[in-house]
């Protein structure tokens, strides 16, 4: 089990571009003009020079989009007992009696495909129930020009409906994990699964932490960042839901949240913050943010770009 202090933690965010940046709140959210519709587009352009993964060129665009719109997607497992993961049923063993996985990373390339898709990074999806995890999950994977999306990922207006933590793999490249959401509906046992995955799982390479925007950050949103600074994970806050937020004050009352709790912690190294609307249910309110969304997965698990081929 890992335990690391407030301090060490922050430190091992060092890599992030946050740290050297002016917080978003003050240097750009106020540049939004009233009389402007407030869109995940038009938030994601104000806060985009605070990213890690910064998707700047068209071409780098259009080879993500290549990437996801064809990626072949399957459900390679899905679980309530955290030993029912492939490669983790010794995890409760003490150390000493498990199977040492550095012997298996030592020599790669006697590994077998069943072994090798076992060690792919994965990016975990958490949330308060009803925050939209499995619907991004669902508009990442979608071609841009679907109007209705492909799902992979079950997705209800029933609190609770995700009761399993479940691993999708993409084209053998990495994995996303989508899970039940935290809350008051929230099982005991789904808490702890999620907590056993993220004080456990090597193969995790961040978490994207969904928040419901018109919901805004509570209490239990806040105890989930302790936990994920606690134990030196990586991740990101996706505000979702932007379609249904129409006042800049509510997104500002949000991260001035989310900013005075980090500084009562000093956890100094901040989370990058990124907006989405998954849903392209109207003509005029489009899916939003995905592409940002999908070059960071990409970057995060060093998938490599490749151009797409030009037509002859
Ligand atoms: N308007 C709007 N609704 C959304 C958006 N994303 C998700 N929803 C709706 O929010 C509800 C919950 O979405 P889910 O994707 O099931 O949420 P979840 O976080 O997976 O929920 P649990 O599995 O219960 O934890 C559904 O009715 C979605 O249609 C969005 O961007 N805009
Ligand atoms: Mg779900």
């Not at 010794?90 to 000493?96: F, I, K, L, S």
Request: proline share 5%; charged share 20%.
């Amino acid at each position: 089990m890992l335990a690391f202090s407030r301090r060490t933690a922050s430190r091992c965010f060092t890599s992030c571009a946050a740290s050297a940046s002016p917080a978003p709140h003050t240097a750009h959210a106020k540049q939004h003009l009233p009389g402007l519709q407030l869109t995940a587009d038009l938030l994601n352009q104000q806060y985009k020079q605070q990213l890690q993964f910064l998707l700047d060129s068209k071409k780098s665009e259009s080879a993500t989009n290549v990437f996801f719109n064809k990626t072949k997607i399957t459900l390679e497992w899905s679980v309530v007992d955290y030993r029912k993961i492939p490669g983790e049923a010794h995890a409760d063993e003490p150390d000493g009696s498990r199977p040492d996985p550095g012997l298996e990373l030592q020599s790669t390339n006697s590994l077998s495909v069943k072994q090798r898709v076992n060690l792919l990074p994965e990016v975990l999806f958490m949330g308060k129930y009803n925050s939209g995890k499995s619907t991004l999950l669902n508009a990442l994977i979608t071609p841009s020009q679907n109007k209705k999306l492909d799902e992979i990922c079950y997705v209800s207006k029933t609190a609770g409906f995700t009761k399993t933590l479940r691993c999708f793999n993409l084209n053998k490249k990495f994995k996303i994990i989508d899970s039940p959401g935290y809350g008051t509906k929230a099982l005991p046992s789904q808490g702890q699964l999620i907590l056993k995955y993220i004080q456990n799982r090597s193969q995790l390479r961040k978490v994207l932490l969904l928040v419901s925007t018109p919901i805004g950050i509570k209490n239990d949103d806040l105890s989930i960042i302790d936990i994920l600074y606690e134990n030196n994970i990586y991740f990101d806050i996706i505000f979702t839901k932007i379609d249904k937020v129409s006042h800049m004050s509510q997104i500002q009352a949000t991260v001035d949240t989310l900013n005075s709790f980090l500084a009562d912690n000093e956890y100094h190294i901040k989370p990058h913050l990124y907006f989405c609307c998954a849903l392209s249910r109207k003509k005029d309110v489009p899916r939003q943010g995905i592409a940002d969304l999908r070059y960071n997965l990409l970057q995060s698990c060093e998938v490599p770009l490749f151009a797409p081929k030009k037509r002859s």
